[in-house]
């Protein structure tokens, strides 16, 4: 049964905050691609680069911040390990929990972060429960959350592999945040049927609904479509940290009506299975028949989509994240359509140094149709006694947090 909770006790009491830190904006420079020879994307004629333009801002000390663009004008976004305004967060553990804010303003450089909260979540039998899938579409505000399996049982040592676990399902808020509605699922009992086995893979890990604009005004037919990166049984090629929070093989797509009492329900849900032999997109509603929207062994990892109305592209980000503690690598992808196909913008290695859930927020695109705003953090292994990585902040004002970065998408 469905239960209503309260947030925690005084998460609204704190009024909010302006930017953490906003550095004198560096100069601008256009990111080299450098694809792997191996690269099955052909190149863009239309947006053939990204140059940063030097405006920067980095917002509370909080990673997984993927906003979402409401009829009132506001942002609401998730976000964990961490704090915001003094409430913490953090999604380790027997006793996990995931915070959600909004996120006031028009200016990118001025901000404010207010009404921060959190929810519980149990992960067992997993390590860590941490927040996906954040929407807020007529009124109602969806959040899910997915499990991770730390990789040799001694957290925080070694390598910080954290083995995908499922998409657990997503609870609801009709007065924002205010009071939630929970998912009837549980980490043993998800959304999806996956993992097959205990420590088995999975093909919708870290889940995050694509951004199409205002209240979803720009879904090419009224449904939220829900992307994630996963890998398969067998996999043929694996890599010592593969199929974790930041790595994998193949990028996945789902599709469903975006309403309360539907949005948990496995059979509402349709899966993109591939194409037929004219090229159109196959949707089942079978889980067993869902193939990869992208196949990449070995570099893939955390994805968003984002419509770009101006352009009318589609633009996709996809960070590898290595062996999960090096230095990451993320590449933009467009297409003129959610199912692609999808053409190669900019490979950028080392993004942040250590960049990761990389989205391009709708309500930050300008009308020239060239001008966005890229939303990230970085370098959460710096200062860990037990990495110590001391990574660069690249571009400057990457760090742990939610940074905002201007960027120009480069064409004709």
């Given amino acids: 049964m469905m239960t209503r909770r309260s947030f925690m006790a005084g998460a609204f009491l704190v009024p909010g905050a302006l930017a953490q830190q906003q550095d004198a904006p560096f100069s601008p420079r256009v990111w080299p691609s450098e694809p792997p020879a191996d690269c099955p994307f052909p190149p863009s004629k239309e947006i053939t680069g990204i140059r940063f333009t030097g405006r920067h801002a980095r917002y509370t000390s909080a990673d997984t911040w993927y906003p979402s663009w409401a009829s009132s004008g506001n942002l609401y976004s998730t976000w964990t390990d961490g704090a915001v305004n003094g409430l913490k967060a953090s999604s380790f553990g027997p006793k996990a929990v995931t915070g959600f804010a909004t996120i006031l303003g028009d200016d990118p450089l001025n901000l404010k972060v207010v009404d921060q909260g959190v929810y519980p979540g149990a992960p067992a039998p997993y390590g860590g429960r941490y927040p996906s899938a954040n929407l807020v579409h007529k009124g109602v505000w969806y959040q899910g959350t997915y499990c991770l399996m730390d990789s040799d049982g001694d957290p925080g040592k070694g390598l910080n592999w954290d083995i995908l676990g499922p998409f657990v399902g997503l609870r609801y808020s009709t007065d924002f945040g205010k009071t939630w509605t929970d998912t009837p699922h549980t980490p043993s009992n998800p959304l999806f049927p996956e993992p097959a086995k205990p420590g088995g893979k999975v093909k919708f890990g870290a889940p995050h609904f694509a951004d199409f604009g205002q209240d979803m005004e720009h879904s090419p037919d009224g449904k939220a479509y829900l992307v994630g990166h996963g890998a398969s049984d067998p996999d043929p090629k694996p890599r010592e940290a593969n199929a974790s929070w930041i790595t994998g093989d193949q990028v996945y797509l789902a599709r469903v009506a975006p309403r309360a009492r539907n949005i948990n329900d496995r059979a509402e849900w349709e899966f993109f299975a591939g194409r037929d032999k004219s090229g159109k997109p196959l949707w089942r509603r079978s889980f067993s028949k869902v193939r990869p929207l992208v196949d990449w062994n070995n570099n893939c990892g955390n994805v968003s989509i984002t419509y770009h109305a101006p352009l009318k592209k589609y633009l996709m980000a996809i960070t590898d994240g290595g062996n999960t503690i090096s230095k990451f690598n993320t590449f933009v992808l467009e297409s003129d359509r ?75």
């Fill in 338 to 412: 959610v199912t692609g196909p999808w053409k190669l913008v900019v490979y950028m290695k080392s993004f942040g140094e250590q960049g990761y859930f990389v989205n391009f927020p709708s309500k930050f695109i300008g009308r020239d149709g060239r001008t966005a705003w890229l939303c990230c953090a970085a370098n959460f292994t710096n200062g860990n006694q037990n990495w110590n990585t001391n990574y660069r902040s690249d571009p400057p004002g990457s760090g742990y947090g939610m940074c905002l970065q201007e960027v120009e998408l480069l064409g004709r």
